[in-house]
């Protein structure tokens, strides 16, 4: 096999950020190694000496796979020591374990050799290491095809790096490593009965789509039918502009939250990832479609880390404030603090956390702002990814009470709420219809739980008769009015937890669900749900890292782009664009938004003010070498109307968290309603706290009513414009109009 000048490449990439003749702004590699970090500063607090202390812990640690590259010189030291003479599995043990540690860090070179040794060992060994062959081949050829992925993709990055079906800008100009690994993958499908037949053929026709030859390129016998990539509905194809705005420096696993962060009425980017190094970014809209990253000016500089943002007006001033989380995802059982993040002027952050009283530790993901006392600001869970230990359980979820001015009590004791799983997401919504904030935590490996209000702060957990214990094996979750009707339906993502690359590889290949799917439960309006996935034609398998939802053609339903991934550098499976409706669609590959690489966090927001959402995902995996550029895609719009609702409570919280907003709709076929709620969406990734409502073919709007969370009172606006963006004051009358919709920008494909 050919063997290629690795260093050399992305010594080039490194010095020059993009291929020369690439028209776009600098882009995915030209930030993907951590600086080292300055020496804190005498007035550095206690927050950040203890974040700072991770991080330093993490570069030492020799067991932790995630954090640090330490752990692979003692598997390195160990092969060396293991003789010719030693026992058949020792030798190739050593070898292979070392191989799949040299992946994750990204020295590819050694991990190539290493895989072609242990090829030559079955070889040699074909009764006792005969079945060890087929796997050695699958991960040698997925190495090959990140030495490829690194060359191109990343090396040469533009705009439509990536996106499956590969396009002929995606096409690898350096081939040796997408040819390397066709061969390695053609060569598993020659043997026998082998159990990896799916992964294998998945990954080969991505491999002859990189080199431009696909389909006949394939073996017949392996070709992908063009059907697989074939989208239910057509779509515009929609333009990924992460790199032109600055969104294509390298993180790793974590989040995006998209909302007004500075005061001046833009719409903001807020970033983080998981790296122990990197601070959050705050990408600040300077309202002409451009971006400035202002992270160090915002006070953000020191806040090292981070896996998932929630933001929320906590003290009521009217500016948003932001939760860090961290330590969720990476099982690592460790004292990893949120932050909480106050502002305290427009634009600039202080941490807050120990004087708000939250001050707590361990692995977290998701957390879920509401207000489940109905005295007008915003309540706290916490959810924690906790562990059952012989001594108790360690990291519980947490609730707290705001009791006002973002002063919180840790309410968890008394209040019903007691789960020690491994929360992956967390909801707050009124699911049973009676003015109470609800709490619905989706779980890994453990019955998702569903807590509903008792109206007094406590509340009885219902999953199971209520219809939502399920799926076990549970990812991010979503609520919103998938029907139309009023109430709040529930989205559960699954995450394989075996072999995702063949669950998934089975439901495009085969269109068979192998072990479960995510669900779509529909409520009764009382808390009772359906399980509706099959029916909405949900049932089948993403292996979903991130979710967020809205309407994204403006036709009325909520619509949801699913992040994808797993813990395997192998894992190449795209994103995936479900329009809604009376079913679900497939649009993926027709908007062209079917990233390969990992997801994460997902926000949508109209970034551009031309009335349709564009969608940011954060982009990155959990492995040293699985880091990529975030992305953003613009949509291209249509011609149906919108109405945006940004609401300012008064006696209930700031910014409206928890109102069901309601249209009444006037068009050809008579009048229709169209719902919505003032939250994040998702609980991975947030949207910004203003309602967008799709209004399809409208004629006319009679009404827009609003019902607020706290007070119960309900206010309605009488016959606003169509695509407008209207401010409803609580109390007031009259709504302001906040902005018209701009000329839309047509940008040439």
């Not at 007006?313 to 969720?328: S, T």
Request: proline share 5%; charged share 25%.
């Amino acid at each position: 096999m050919p063997r290629l000048p690795l260093a050399a490449t992305l010594l080039v990439c490194a010095s020059i950020g993009q291929q020369p003749t690439d028209p776009e702004p600098a882009s995915c590699c030209s930030e993907a190694a951590i600086a080292p970090l300055p020496p804190l500063p005498a007035d550095a607090t206690a927050k950040e000496r203890w974040l700072r202390r991770l991080h330093d812990e993490a570069e030492d640690a020799t067991d932790n796979i995630f954090l640090s590259q330490r752990y692979v010189a003692g598997l390195r030291r160990r092969a060396e020591l293991v003789g010719e003479q030693a026992p058949l599995a020792e030798r190739f043990g050593t070898r292979w374990t070392l191989m799949q540690a040299l992946v994750r860090i990204g020295a590819l070179e050694e991990a190539v050799r290493l895989g072609e040794e242990c090829v030559r060992l079955c070889e040699a060994h074909p009764g006792e290491a005969a079945g060890w062959l087929p796997e050695v081949l699958l991960r040698l050829g997925a190495t090959w095809f990140r030495i490829a992925e690194k060359q191109n993709c990343i090396a040469r990055h533009n705009a439509e790096s990536c996106i499956l079906p590969l396009s002929p800008r995606a096409v690898h100009v350096d081939k040796e490593g997408a040819e390397a690994a066709a061969a390695v993958l053609t060569r598993l499908l020659a043997l026998p009965e082998s159990d990896l037949r799916l992964e294998a053929v998945w990954l080969l026709n991505i491999a002859h789509m990189a080199l431009g030859d696909w389909p006949e390129g394939v073996p017949a016998a392996h070709r992908l039918p063009a059907s697989t990539f074939a989208a239910e509905v057509p779509l515009p194809r929609w333009h990924e502009r992460g790199g032109a705005i600055g969104l294509g420096r390298h993180l790793h696993a974590g989040s995006i939250a998209i909302d007004d962060f500075t005061g001046d009425g833009q719409f903001d980017l807020l970033l983080c990832a998981f790296d122990t190094g990197r601070a959050p970014r705050l990408m600040s809209h300077d309202g002409d479609g451009s971006f400035t990253e202002i992270g160090t000016s915002a006070g953000l500089e020191r806040q090292l880390g981070g896996v998932n943002l929630v933001h929320a007006d906590v003290d009521d001033d009217g500016r948003l404030d932001v939760l860090v989380l961290r330590g969720g995802g990476f099982f690592a059982g460790s004292d990893f603090p949120p932050s909480l993040l106050r502002q305290d002027r427009d634009g600039h952050f202080v941490d807050v956390t120990e004087q708000a009283g939250i001050t707590v530790s361990g692995p977290s993901r998701s957390a879920a702002f509401g207000d489940i006392d109905r005295d007008g600001d915003l309540d706290l869970f916490l959810a924690m990814e906790s562990d059952r230990t012989e001594q108790g359980v360690r990291f519980p979820s947490r609730l707290y009470r705001n009791a006002g001015k973002g002063n919180f009590t840790d309410i968890t004791a008394g209040s019903g709420i007691d789960t020690a799983d491994r929360a992956m997401g967390a909801v707050m919504a009124d699911f049973d219809g009676d003015g109470d904030a609800d709490l619905f935590v989706s779980n890994f490996m453990a019955p998702n739980r569903l807590f509903l209000s008792r109206g007094d702060g406590s509340f009885s957990e219902e999953a199971r008769t209520r219809g939502v214990a399920e799926p076990l094996a549970s990812g991010p979750c979503a609520v919103f009015d998938h029907d139309n009707d009023g109430d709040l339906d529930l989205f559960v993502t699954w995450q394989h937890h075996y072999r995702p690359i063949r669950a998934t590889a089975a439901w495009y290949i085969e269109g068979r669900v192998e072990d479960d799917s995510q669900r779509l439960f529909l409520n009764d309006g009382r808390g009772h749900f359906t399980d509706a996935t099959k029916a909405s034609g949900l049932a089948r398998v993403c292996v979903a890292t991130g979710v967020n939802c809205g309407d994204l053609d403006n036709d009325g339903n909520v619509d949801l782009y699913l992040t994808t991934g797993a813990h395997d550098l192998a894992a190449l499976f795209p994103n995936v664009l479900l329009l809604g409706g009376e079913r679900f669609r497939d649009a993926t590959f027709a908007a062209g938004v079917g990233h390969l690489q990992k997801g994460n966090g997902v926000a949508m927001a109209d970034l551009d003010g031309d009335g349709d959402l564009d969608l940011a995902a954060q982009v990155g995996g959990y492995y040293p070498d699985d880091s990529f550029g975030s992305v953003l895609f613009e949509n291209p719009g249509n011609t149906n109307h919108w109405l945006a609702i940004e609401l300012r409570g008064t006696t209930d919280n700031h910014f409206g968290v928890g109102a069901r907003v309601r249209a009444r709709v006037v068009d050809a076929a008579g009048e229709r309603d169209v719902f919505t709620t003032i939250g994040q969406g998702g609980s991975l990734g947030c949207n910004p706290l203003r309602a967008h409502l799709g209004l399809g073919a409208a004629e006319r709007v009679a009404f827009v009513e609003v019902r607020w969370p706290a007070s119960g009172t309900v206010q309605r606006v009488e016959a606003p414009a169509l695509d407008t963006t209207l401010r409803i004051t609580q109390g007031q009358q009259d709504c302001t109009v906040v902005a018209q919709p701009r000329r839309r920008i047509t940008r040439p494909e």
